[in-house]
Nanobody, 120 residues
Framework: EVQLVESGGGLVQAGGSLRLSCAAS????????IGWFRQAPGKEREGVSC????????YYADSVKGRFTISSDNVKNTVYLQMNSLKPEDTAVYYC?????????????WGQGTQVTVSS
């Protein structure tokens, strides 16, 4: 059974940092693309970042470039999202997802989400 479990969310002041983790099980982790998404109340879900297994490249939304960094540990089957210089507008539920084709295009599995709240 494929499972994705996010952790690391919490409450932080603006300018602070958090590191989210996405622990994966039930599949060959290094073959998949893993992405981070977020959804704020009343807003649509948006893509934040992705790491592609097909070419090893990383992708970021313009709103987080230079502040967020995605990385993976294939031994631990875990993808991280290091979030620095957090802003109140980063407040959202953050989800990780897996693309079995590895291209960061079509999302086959989702985690349950972790709440990030940034206070001003």
């Amino acid at each position: 059974e494929v499972q994705l479990v996010e952790s690391g969310g919490g409450l932080v002041q603006a300018g602070g940092s958090l590191r989210l983790s996405c622990a994966a099980s039930g599949f060959t982790f290094s073959d998949y693309g893993i992405g981070w998404f977020r959804q704020a109340p009343g807003k649509e879900r948006e893509g934040v970042s992705c790491i592609s297994s097909s070419d090893g490249r990383t992708y970021y939304a313009d709103s987080v470039k230079g502040r967020f960094t995605i990385s993976s540990d294939n031994v631990k089957n875990t993808v991280y999202l290091q979030m620095n210089s957090l802003k109140p507008e980063d407040t959202a539920v953050y989800y990780c997802a897996a693309d079995i084709d590895g291209f960061c295009l079509v999302w086959d599995y989702w985690g349950q989400g972790t709440q990030v709240t940034v206070s001003s």
